[in-house]
C-alpha cells in the first residue's frame, strides 16, 4: 500500500470511528450506568462505584477519533468532521423521529412505546448532548494544535492527554448540569436531580474519560504511525 493510500485509509476509518461513536453515544446517553471501584476505592461524591450516562464509553473514543484525525490532517480537516459530524446526528436525529411517529404494524415484534422508550432520548438528554458536544469537540481540536505549536510538533502524547483532557472537562460540566439539572424542569420532563447526584454523575463520567484519554494514547501512537505518510511531516499547524 503506498503512502497516499494509507492517508486515504486513514481518512475513512477516523471518520467512520468518529460518526459510528457519536451517533452511539446519543442513542445510548438516557441510560445510568454503575460500576463499582476495585480493590476497596472511594471517591469524593461517587464513593465506591462510579456512575455515568451510558454514551461516556462511545463518546470518549470520538475524542481518540478527532485527536487522531487533527494529528494527520491538521486544524481545519478536524473541524469540518466536527461539524459534519454534528450534521450526521441531526440526521440520526430526524430519522429516528420520523420511524417513531411513522405507524406501527400489529403484528410487530416492538411495540411502539417500547421502541420510543429505548431509541428516544427525552429532550434534556437531547439538549445537553448536543450543547456539550459543539463546545468540547470545536475546544478539542483548537487545544490539540495549540498544543503542538507550543511543543514544535513534539510530545504527541502531551496534546493527545492534555486537549482531552479539558475538552473531557468542558463535555462532562455541560453535559451533566444541562441533561440532568437544567433542562428537566425547564423541558417539562421531570425533576431537577439533587445536588449529590450531579456531582456523582460529574465526577463519575470524568474519572472514565480521563482515564481512556490516559491508557488511550499508545493506540494514538500506533493509529497515526500506520496512516502516516513517511515521507511527508504532520500538517503545520501555522498553516492549515
Same mark, same amino acid.
Given at each position: 500500500?503506498?503512502?497516499?493510500?494509507?492517508?486515504?485509509?486513514?481518512?475513512?476509518?477516523?471518520?467512520?470511528?468518529?460518526?459510528?461513536?457519536?451517533?452511539?453515544?446519543?442513542?445510548?446517553?438516557?441510560?445510568?450506568?454503575?460500576?463499582?471501584?476495585?480493590?476497596?476505592? /472511594?471517591?469524593?461524591?461517587?464513593? #465506591? !462505584?462510579? @456512575?455515568?450516562? $451510558?454514551?461516556? +464509553? &462511545? %463518546?470518549?473514543?470520538?475524542?481518540?477519533?478527532?485527536?487522531?484525525?487533527?494529528?494527520?490532517?491538521?486544524?481545519?480537516?478536524?473541524?469540518?468532521?466536527?461539524?459534519?459530524?454534528?450534521?450526521?446526528?441531526?440526521?440520526?436525529?430526524?430519522?429516528?423521529?420520523?420511524?417513531?411517529?411513522?405507524?406501527?404494524?400489529?403484528?410487530?415484534?416492538?411495540?411502539?412505546?417500547?421502541? /420510543?422508550?429505548?431509541?428516544?432520548? #427525552? !429532550?434534556? @438528554?437531547?439538549? $445537553?448532548?448536543? +450543547? &456539550? %458536544?459543539?463546545?468540547?469537540?470545536?475546544?478539542?481540536?483548537?487545544?490539540?494544535?495549540?498544543?503542538?505549536?507550543?511543543?514544535?510538533?513534539?510530545?504527541?502524547?502531551?496534546?493527545?492527554?492534555?486537549?482531552?483532557?479539558?475538552?473531557?472537562?468542558?463535555?462532562?460540566?455541560?453535559?451533566?448540569?444541562?441533561?440532568?439539572?437544567?433542562?428537566?424542569?425547564?423541558?417539562?420532563?421531570?425533576?431537577?436531580?439533587?445536588?449529590?447526584?450531579?456531582?456523582?454523575?460529574?465526577?463519575?463520567?470524568?474519572?472514565?474519560?480521563?482515564?481512556?484519554?490516559?491508557?488511550?494514547?499508545?493506540?494514538?501512537?500506533?493509529?497515526?504511525?500506520?496512516?502516516?505518510?513517511?515521507?511527508?511531516?504532520?500538517?503545520?499547524?501555522?498553516?492549515?
Amino acid at each position: 500500500m503506498t503512502s497516499e493510500d494509507r492517508l486515504a485509509a486513514g481518512r475513512v476509518v477516523l471518520v467512520g470511528l468518529f460518526v459510528t461513536s457519536l451517533v452511539t453515544a446519543q442513542l445510548t446517553a438516557s441510560k445510568i450506568l454503575m460500576f463499582q471501584l476495585p480493590f476497596g476505592l /472511594s471517591l469524593p461524591h461517587t464513593g #465506591s !462505584a462510579l @456512575v455515568m450516562p $451510558g454514551a461516556a +464509553l &462511545a %463518546y470518549a473514543l470520538t475524542f481518540f477519533a478527532s485527536d487522531c484525525y487533527s494529528e494527520l490532517y491538521g486544524r481545519r480537516a478536524a473541524q469540518v468532521m466536527v461539524n459534519v459530524g454534528f450534521a450526521m446526528t441531526l440526521v440520526m436525529l430526524g430519522l429516528v423521529y420520523t420511524t417513531i411517529e411513522a405507524p406501527v404494524a400489529p403484528f410487530s415484534p416492538v411495540g411502539q412505546e417500547q421502541f /420510543s422508550r429505548v431509541l428516544w432520548s #427525552s !429532550a434534556n @438528554v437531547v439538549v $445537553g448532548s448536543l +450543547l &456539550a %458536544y459543539v463546545v468540547s469537540q470545536n475546544w478539542d481540536v483548537l487545544a490539540f494544535h495549540a498544543l503542538r505549536e507550543r511543543t514544535d510538533g513534539a510530545y504527541l502524547w502531551l496534546r493527545n492527554v492534555g486537549s482531552t483532557a479539558t475538552s473531557q472537562a468542558i463535555d462532562t460540566v455541560i453535559f451533566i448540569t444541562v441533561a440532568f439539572w437544567a433542562a428537566p424542569t425547564f423541558f417539562g420532563v421531570g425533576t431537577a436531580n439533587s445536588l449529590d447526584q450531579i456531582l456523582g454523575l460529574l465526577v463519575g463520567q470524568y474519572v472514565l474519560k480521563l482515564l481512556i484519554a490516559v491508557l488511550d494514547t499508545p493506540f494514538v501512537y500506533g493509529v497515526v504511525g500506520a496512516f502516516r505518510d513517511r515521507g511527508l511531516a504532520a500538517p503545520n499547524p501555522a498553516s492549515d
